[in-house]
């Protein structure tokens, strides 16, 4: 019988000058702990790596791209405001923003549960509040290569941000040493085609397919090709194939974001969206044209309505005008009243 492994730290004890309030999650480089801050009452998220895996010197890397994450400020990404090895457990860490309102993953589940999905609204919300982190990260010459369901957090009001540039590489020649040769990095079904097959050459499009994965997923319920194994998908990503068109899992979907996913998950470069920006700049051009296609359905249903109105008040004033008798027609009637052949005259009498 299997142990489970003892936890890097102990929940209510402490570290550093923070207290430990629970454990968040568990990874292959190390887990995540809320920490509290005594003296302020603030919580924050604490990565600590694991020490087996800090001893395969993946620790330099590991602090590396917590000096990334330092550098890189969007309110749609996750900040780390510190990094380091703590003296008392030798553990790395790095301190960055607690987010409490769970994750994409999550919240992708209770639809399932409940027989939802996303709408195309409030996934399209999500992509471009994404898009817009990673097009800083990018601006920054910060490749973050996991974009997935997991890595996207909601804070307490409900805004997407995201987490964990934990396999992220920077544009530089210094940054390609960290990451250890022959290793792919990042999860396989949310992968470009390139990054399956080496994940140190990427750009910034492979967050950009990356994340139009998330979206198929979003609307569909369910990941394109979520049956397929890792060398499946390898295969398909030598052959070059295109993910499924999302109008087989949702046929309602509006042809704009059809040709959103097709752009954003061609597994051909030249053909992809060139940067998160552009999937930006997508977006808002069919916010406006959308926008401007309500002004006008609301215009002519003013117009409609106005229409519509005048015709009943003509309506009513020709059938009131109809039915109401004239003032000859009074008088005529009031003859009548008083002639001999009226139902209520009283005969003449004859003596």
Wanted: glycine share 8%; charged share 25%; hydrophobic share 40%.
């Amino acid at each position: 019988m299997t142990s489970e492994p003892e936890p890097l730290l102990r929940v209510g004890g402490n570290f550093g000058d923070f207290n430990i309030v629970e454990e968040l999650g568990v990874g292959g480089m190390g887990s995540v702990y809320r920490v509290r801050d005594p003296e302020t009452g603030e919580d924050y998220a604490v990565k600590v790596m694991h020490p087996v895996i800090s001893a395969r010197d993946f620790e330099r890397r590991f602090i590396r791209e917590a000096e990334i994450a330092m550098n890189v400020r969007h309110p749609n990404l996750v900040h780390v405001y510190d990094v380091g090895r703590d003296p008392d457990t030798g553990l790395a860490y790095m301190v960055m923003d607690y987010v409490s309102g769970g994750s994409l993953r999550g919240k992708m589940a209770q639809k399932l549960m409940s027989g939802e999905r996303f709408t195309v609204r409030e996934a399209l919300g999500v992509v471009r509040k994404i898009a817009e982190a990673l097009s800083a990260a990018a601006a920054a010459g910060v490749v973050h290569r996991d974009v997935k369901p997991d890595n996207i957090l909601f804070d307490e009001a409900g805004n997407p941000v995201l987490a964990d540039l934990g396999v992220a590489k920077v544009d530089d020649d210094s940054a390609t040493v960290l990451t250890m040769s022959n290793v792919v990095v990042g999860t396989p079904a949310y992968m470009a085609p390139e990054q399956l097959l080496s994940s140190h050459g990427v750009d910034s499009r492979a967050d950009v397919y990356s994340l139009g994965i998330v979206l198929w997923e979003m609307l569909a319920g369910e990941r394109p090709n979520s049956d397929a194994s890792q060398s499946e998908l390898l295969a398909s990503a030598v052959r070059g194939d295109r993910i499924p068109d999302i109008r087989t899992k949702r046929q309602k979907t509006p042809r704009y974001v059809v040709e959103l996913l097709r752009r954003m998950c061609d597994p051909r470069l030249t053909h992809r969206f060139a940067s998160p920006d552009e999937v930006v700049r997508f977006l808002e051009e069919w916010r406006i044209i959308e926008a401007r296609r309500f002004r006008t359905f609301l215009v002519w249903f003013a117009v409609v309505m106005t229409l519509a109105v005048a015709a009943v008040v003509a309506l009513g004033v020709r059938m009131i005008g109809g039915n109401a008798p004239s003032s000859a027609d009074v008088l005529e009637k009031s003859d009548q009243d008083d002639s001999p052949e009226s139902e209520f005259s009283i005969p003449n009498v004859v003596d």
